[in-house]
């Protein structure tokens, strides 16, 4: 069967959701190599993590992103920091190098993901044949577009069990997966290892919704540009040839 996996950092490893056919699983991996080295052969892996870093300019993904989820949910998608800010080693180097290339700090959040943004870029460059199976995405993107409208917060109560709602009614293979995953890695004592732990809900939620857009999709996604660059015949490449792009459900 074809599978279809959706990959989140939560907090302790990388999480990863699996769709192969119309059974669900979930694992946590200590390394996208790990995530990689299990799912080979899967239609698509879809990564809530930057993949192509600019060299001196915001990357019209971004942009774009920021620009479907309109006002109220765009604050969700940060501005990847630049391959220069990516390769310092302290909060305060990195924010200098991404206001000398173009004149904007980094956040803090953009600052706790830097290692896992190093890692994703270097395993990309090192492991070619992945390039076009691990693509970056975005679950507010990819909620959205399921949704064909703005949710509210995933923080809020009612967020998240709307989005847990949406999964199963786009795809009824998903309905009471995210309740079964909750019960036996979070509220429950599993023998396994590494556990998903409480505050990691919304990155279990996150991981589905990847999941199931590839699978929504089969592997044929569109590219979130900016409209400077929507006409574009090839997709945008950082120095190191990694696309510069965010993949969502094609659209009827």
Not at 40 to 50: G, Q, R, V
Not at 77 to 83: A, I, S
Not at 227 to 244: F, K, N, T, V, W
Request: with cysteine.
């Amino acid at each position: 069967m074809t599978t279809y996996v959706g990959v989140d950092w939560a907090s302790r490893g990388w999480l990863a959701v699996t769709i192969d056919g119309d059974e669900w699983t979930v694992q946590m991996h200590p390394s996208i190599h790990s995530v990689w080295f299990e799912h080979d052969d899967a239609e698509s892996i879809l990564i809530d993590i930057p993949i192509g870093l600019p060299k001196s300019e915001r990357r019209g993904c971004d942009r774009g992103a920021k620009e479907f989820l309109g006002p109220a949910r765009a604050r969700s998608v940060f501005w990847t920091p630049c391959r220069d800010a990516v390769e310092k080693r302290t909060y305060e180097d990195a924010k200098q190098a991404n206001i000398d290339a173009r004149e904007d700090s980094l956040s803090s959040q953009a600052w706790g993901l830097i290692p896992r943004i190093q890692e994703v870029d270097r395993f990309l460059r090192d492991t070619g044949e992945a390039q076009d199976t691990v693509l970056e995405s975005h679950p507010e993107v990819c909620f959205k577009a399921l949704a064909e409208g703005t949710l509210s917060s995933k923080h809020e109560d009612d967020g998240l069990s709307t989005r847990r709602e949406l999964l199963g009614d786009v795809d009824k293979s998903a309905k009471g997966v995210y309740d079964r995953f909750a019960d036996e890695y979070i509220e429950g004592q599993p023998t396994w290892a590494r556990r998903i732990g409480n505050s990691n809900r919304d990155d279990l939620l996150d991981a589905m919704v990847l999941a199931l857009t590839g699978k929504v999709g089969d592997g044929e996604f569109e590219r979130i540009l900016d409209h400077a660059e929507a006409d574009m015949e090839s997709i945008p490449q950082d120095r190191e040839g990694l696309p510069m792009q965010i993949a969502n459900a094609e659209s009827e």
